[in-house]
């Protein structure tokens, strides 16, 4: 639906009855909607008719009195993004945004609109809405708070000039705050802190003090100028719907709502730089693919006028230039809706479809540009993995698509709207592609699409990206900080000193019982650490990453898994050769269960690989004893998640994924060639 709910009516807003085809201050209504309105039975306003008075369905079109390419400045626009740690509830705080201007919401985190988003609660990429305020048009994006994402939120800072720093004041600064943090400083942004969740009974004036007193120590230690460090802090609870310039410890304050919030923004967000009288320019920040008009690009106008039917062209972010193209269409993103408009002009954000040729990071620009805009600094993958067809004995059972050439198509779309993914052709690797990116999370997402979609593939375990920097080798480093009870800190540090890890820091926290831990580890030694973090803290424990820097490479880590249990043969598991295997370790495959040669369907008690039979059937015969009849019981065998996976495999191991199935299997299969491969090793 293009149209919502409008929001309110400000005064002296009247419909200019001059242009019967305009709406508010020179807004240009687009040919389509005068369409739509007519086959709908809808008539444009009279002259001189309040907006007021105006049929709902043409009310929402008083947002875009700031769209119009007459108004020659951008004082009236703000555009700025929400950054914070994962959790601390960016997408509640923008449906507030969105409720109080207006729109009308059909559920809660509307902004979160991709399946998987849904399912696991958290934000993946980037998405911009916008909204009006007090005569003023606010351009908003929401951003992940995932360390794994963290390319999404560092492309979303060029196209903003203020941002919200919202963190929870039970928790109070944490290792993705840290990094959001230092990327908007570094953009010469100065952002306005936003303590989310005093509401809670266990928040005191006392604690968002220090919390307070923590983020200017984090402000200081980022390297903040001396503007930056006056920032303006308010109080919020985003899951009730008011903010607020004081604390009010236990209640809310008299007449609760986010207005306090929307004025912070229009007092502290500075207007977009840019003259609509320039030469059309627009960074690329966002693409994605419609059926319909192919190609379609997101960003902030830098400067000038674009209008549908204007010839542009493609200006690479490494200095080369795309083909001519034309404009085929201009949107823009308002309230949960989208509306289609005839021009645009300098501070809007807006996306624009012809420029077929137009990437991430690439300028579009009038005919006469001649060079393109900066797309600022990206920081470079830390993790990488080979992506492959499925070659096991069970391939192209559940699948569509099956071959290389597939797969390469999808990882190169994945990596044309990704920033932080990188995808290369492997060297005599014939249909392989090595795929690099932020971490293990982002890496499962992609693995996951590609599963629903209906790919088979087969993955191996991600390896760290590592650098020689003045002959020396060099690996990524990650901020680790953990919150657990104290009874599980002993059993957490061993692990992460195995990993090696070094503690940085230990202090207790609010909560009695409790204590948080801060590591610097290697980003090798955390593959597969946050489901061994689960278990060693049964469940009670939080984990948080973020990438820090590249540092010396600290040398092989210990040992930190078991030997497996490889299946010597093809067929269904039977309950007899399971229950002969149960007490040799711990079983990954239940029972009637296709299996092939190669394939691991168990961890090992000990040390060292074990290779066992699962498909054996007990002897039949006709003598009977006791003995022979005895029930056989077994315990529910270990399924993975597909992250759990891509964290246990070894080096000669790979995953295979089908769309119903995870299984892990031996690279080399036959098990003399593996012999011979160790002998030779």
Known sequence: MWLRQRP???SGDAVCPAMPAQIGRGIHVCSSLLQHSIANRLLLPAAGTSLANLPLVLQPFTCLRSFSAESRTTNHLRDFAIIAHVDHGKT?????????TGNTLAGDRVMDSNALEKERGITISSKYT??????????????PGHAD???????ILGMVDGALLLVDANEGPLSQTKFVLEKALKRGLKPVVVLNKVDRPSVTEQQCNEVQSNLFDLFAHLGATDDQLDFTTLYASAREGWASKELCVGQAPENPSMDPLLDAILEHVPPPPGSPDGQFSMLVTMTERDSFLGRVATGRIASGQVKVGDKIKVLRHNGSAGAD????KIFKRSGVGKVELDSASAGDVVSIAGAASAGIADTIGDAELVSPLSPGPIEPPTLSMIFGPNDSPLAGREGSHLTGSKIGERLNAEAETSVSLRVLPVDGGGESFEVQARGELQLGLLIENMRREGFELSVSPPVVVYRTIDGEKMEPLEEVMCELEDEFSGPVIDALSLRRGEMTEMKPIEVAGKQRLTFI???RGLIGFRSLFATLTRGSGMLHRAFQTYGHYKGPLDKVRKGVLISMAGGKTTTHALGLLEPRGTLFTGIQQEVYNGMIIGE???DGEMEVNPVREKKLTNVRNTGSEEKVSLSPPRLFTLEDAIGYVAEDELIEVTPSKIRLRKRTLDSSVRKSQRRKG
């Open 604 to 606: 090992c008690s000990r």
């Open 521 to 523: 580890a290697p980003s």
């Open 130 to 143: 916008s909204f009006v305020y007090k005569g003023h048009t606010i351009n908003a994006v929401d951003t």
């Open 92 to 100: 509640t705080l923008m449906d507030r945004l969105l409720s109080r």
């Open 325 to 328: 193209s034309k404009v085929t």
């Open 149 to 155: 994402f963290g390319g999404e939120v560092e492309r």
């Open 8 to 10: 309110p009516v400000q």
